[in-house]
Structure formats: structure tokens, C-alpha cells
């Protein structure tokens, strides 16, 4: 039981790991990434579909991206979605592919995105410390309810906190390299 409660707590923590790196990935650093077009919805044939499934996305060089449409017809839809979509980037159609150009990041632009480079990962650290606190509560109740013992309750919190530890140590490291990622000219 105390294990299964453990598990628990980590399975939370991993998840709240994983949403971050989700969530950090759509941040423009100044190199070309495709899952900076994720965001990107196409109309097509009436449905809102992503842009990676209707076209072939690639990073030619590190300032521009190369979108290959499956079907040329559907070439005006994906350039009209990337014109409504907020990812300040102007699609540069030739008639068989579209390029997007990676535009410049400013000092001033670069030090918001740092911000909310640090905000995620508060947010992410914020999950940890729940799932902590709910498997924490879980012990206590246990514990209430004479089904463990207080020193059995005590050694599974302090189990807890170490893999909390770790797992915002890792939440730390993964926000400061892309914070130094943002702010690398």
C-alpha cells in the first residue's frame, strides 16, 4: 500500500517532468524547431487537423522551415492557417512548398521568454510539491485509520520528499538550459 502511494507520487512527478518539456518545446529560442509549428491548425476538408499531418515539416537550416504539403490543393489552407495562427511568421508560398523564415529575437524579446521559461517551471514545480502533499495526506490517513504505524508513515514521507528533491532538481536543470538556450545570441 505504501509503495503503491510512492509510485503514485512519482508517476505525478514524471508527468508534471513531461508536461514541461511539452510546453518548452513551442518556446522559440531563435533556432528553427518544428515543433514550433504545432500550434497550427488546418482546415482540411472541413476538419481543424495539425500541420505535421497534412504536410511534411522540415528545418532546412537553423533560421527557416520548409512545409511540403501532401496535396498541392491544400497549399492556400496551410498558408492561410499560418497567417491566422500567433507564431509571427510570415509563410512564403512558391506554389509547391511554403518557407517560413525564423525572425530575429530581440534582448527585450528574449528576456520575456526567459520569464515564461521560469514561470512553466515554477508551474511544473508547483505539480511536484502537490502530488508530494497528496501522497503525504494519503500516509496521515493511513496512519488516522491504524492501518500503519507513525514510524512507517514518517520513513514513507521522508521516501517522498527525497524523490520530490529530485525530481525539482531535475525541473531546475531543464529550465536553466533553456533559459541559456533563449539567451544565446
Known sequence: MI???????????????????????KVRTGKANTSMLDPVMVDYYGSP????QVAALSCPDAKSF???PWEVSVLKDIETSIVKSDIGMTPIND??????????????RRKDLAKQV???AEDARISVRQCRRTANEAFK??????????????????????????????????????EKEIMTI
Open 3 to 25: 509503495e503503491d502511494l510512492k509510485k503514485e507520487a512519482e508517476d505525478g512527478m514524471s508527468k508534471a517532468i513531461e508536461s514541461l518539456r511539452k510546453q518548452l518545446a
Open 49 to 52: 487537423t495539425p500541420l505535421s
Open 66 to 68: 520548409l512545409i511540403a
Open 95 to 108: 506554389g509547391k512548398v511554403i518557407r517560413l523564415k525564423l525572425p530575429e529575437l530581440t534582448e527585450e
Open 118 to 120: 521560469k514561470k512553466m
Open 141 to 178: 490517513a493511513l496512519q488516522k485509520g491504524k492501518e500503519i504505524s507513525e514510524d512507517e508513515s514518517k520513513s514513507a514521507q521522508d521516501d517522498v520528499q527525497e524523490i520530490t528533491n529530485g525530481y525539482i532538481k531535475k525541473i531546475d536543470t531543464i529550465g536553466d538550459d533553456k
